[in-house]
T-cell receptor
């Protein structure tokens, strides 16, 4: 399996622009997670899905952030409008059951810089 | 709340020495504790994990111990090598609340040749 696939790998955008990050989970994984990594806040869970349904979005920082999972093999994280403080690495991860906790597998990350 | 404290934030050891990283968690119902290694510019990758029904687990030079009573767990790396240099994250799965992994703040390990 190719693992979790994210795009773009790097994005530089201007403040106020819309940013869309994409993720393809590992085939057969029914949980998908979006994490954000910064020096100040470490690895934060933004939102996760089970069987394409959002389960917990309490980590989404504000209304500028939204995430969707239209099918089992694709998810997007959108920031509109973007701000410099959104600059971070955004990781998508997937796993099988998490009822009792299970390994999550990270993608390579999307490195976002908002100037 | 769901909280994982990790110490130290940085650790420097000589090649061949042992390294120990410690984490504490807030929810006594937590039952799954993985450790991830993240090399510079790369993704976090699982190196070892332990479930709450086990007190210790070993895999070659790395081991993890769990003390459920004290709600803490530790990563032990023996005979460290320069390629062990990375950031290490502990995590805990909280069965209540979000029912997802919460990560510690990370430990930057530097192994001096």
């Amino acid at each position: 399996d190719a693992g979790v696939i994210q795009s773009p790998r790097h994005e530089v955008t201007e403040m106020g622009q819309e940013v869309t990050l994409r993720c393809k989970p590992i085939s057969g994984h029914d949980y998908l997670f979006w994490y954000r990594q910064t020096m100040m806040r470490g690895l934060e869970l933004l939102i996760y899905f089970n069987n394409n349904v959002p389960i917990d979005d309490s980590g989404m920082p504000e209304d500028r952030f939204s995430a969707k999972m239209p099918n089992a093999s694709f998810s997007t994280l959108k920031i509109q409008p973007s701000e410099p403080r959104d600059s971070a690495v955004y990781f998508c991860a997937s796993s099988t059951r998490t009822g009792n906790g299970n390994t999550i597998y990270f993608g390579e990350g999307s490195w976002l810089t908002v100037v | 709340g769901e909280n994982v404290e990790q110490h130290p934030s940085t650790l420097s050891v000589q090649e061949g020495d042992s390294a120990v990283i410690k984490c504490t968690y807030s929810d006594s119902a937590s039952n799954y504790f993985p450790w991830y290694k993240q090399e510079l510019g790369k993704r976090p990758q699982l190196i070892i994990d332990i479930r709450s029904n086990v007190g210790e687990k070993k895999d070659q030079r790395i081991a993890v111990t769990l003390n459920k009573t004290a709600k803490h767990f530790s990563l032990h790396i023996t005979e460290t090598q320069p390629e062990d240099s990375a950031v290490y994250f502990c995590a805990a799965f909280f069965k209540g609340g979000r029912r997802a992994l919460t990560f510690g703040s990370g430990t930057r390990l530097q192994v001096q040749p």
